[in-house]
């Protein structure tokens, strides 16, 4: 059985930093892909970014220059890390990861607040 354990979440100022960290246990053959996805109040959950196994990231035009996503694959880990956060970051944020054959798995989720 897969399972992703996700921290990092909190509240902090706009203007502040967060570190997001996701970690995949488990029997996941050929883990390939591993991102972050983040869903606000009434919105639809949309790709923040993500990282292919040999290091070429994807980001969001919303947090491109701001947000750093990096992994250890030998920790079957994924990171973000989260600088110069808006109020409009504010959302649950998913770890979301596919391995080779696209089998993807979630994530329970944490909650990142953003206060002005």
């Known amino acids: 059985q897969v399972q992703l354990v996700e921290s990092g979440g909190d509240l902090v100022q706009a203007g502040g930093s967060l570190r997001l960290s996701c970690t995949v246990s488990?029997?996941?053959?050929?883990?390939?892909?591993m991102g972050w996805y983040r869903q606000a109040p009434g919105k639809q959950r949309e790709l923040v970014a993500n990282?292919?196994?040999?290091?070429?990231?994807n980001y969001a035009d919303s947090v491109k220059g701001r947000f750093t996503i990096s992994r250890d694959n030998a920790k079957n880990t994924v990171y973000l890390q989260m600088n110069s956060l808006k109020p409009e970051d504010t959302a649950v944020y998913y770890c979301?990861?596919?391995?080779?054959?696209?089998?993807?798995?979630w994530g329970q989720g944490t909650q990142v607040t953003v206060s002005s």
């Open positions: 979301n990861v596919k391995n080779v054959f696209a089998a993807g798995y």
């Open positions: 990282i292919i196994r040999g290091g070429r990231t």
């Open positions: 488990g029997s996941i053959f050929g883990l390939n892909v």
